[in-house]
Nanobody
Framework: VQLVESGGGLVQAGGSLRLSCLAS????????MGWYRQAPGKERELVAS????????RYADSVKGRFTISRDRASRTMYLQMNSLKPEDTAVYYC?????????WGQGTQVTVSS
């Protein structure tokens, strides 16, 4: 499966962005799972994800109440709605999918929040 993120960009603090992750190829067993981010000089961290059962979502404490993860299985697209963005949200955002061959990652999309 190939994952392609889009929707990143430059936004002022307090603004919003909606990231998309489109899955192509692969099998119906592939499961879009979550979003991670990596800021310069920092380790990659989980932002939001679905549990393996699919119905429950979890969020990093730093984004709770501001970000919302969702997915549309029919279009094989996962979204991350990001509101009230802060400069500390600046990072490259990656989506992930669980496949029979292991976890797959997209190439990432840059989000930059100016103060």
């Amino acid at each position: 499966v190939q994952l392609v993120e889009s929707g990143g960009g430059l936004v002022q603090a307090g603004g919003s962005l909606r990231l998309s992750c489109l899955a192509s190829g692969g099998t119906v067993a592939d499961n879009l799972m979550g979003w991670y981010r990596q800021a310069p000089g920092k380790e990659r961290e989980l932002v939001a994800s679905f549990t393996s059962g699919g119905g429950v979502t979890r969020y990093a404490d730093s984004v709770k109440g501001r970000f919302t993860i969702s997915r549309d299985r029919a279009s094989r697209t996962m979204y991350l709605q990001m509101n009230s963005l802060k400069p500390e949200d600046t990072a490259v955002y990656y989506c992930t999918a669980s496949t029979p061959l292991g976890t797959r990652w997209g190439q990432g999309t840059q989000v930059t929040v100016s103060s």
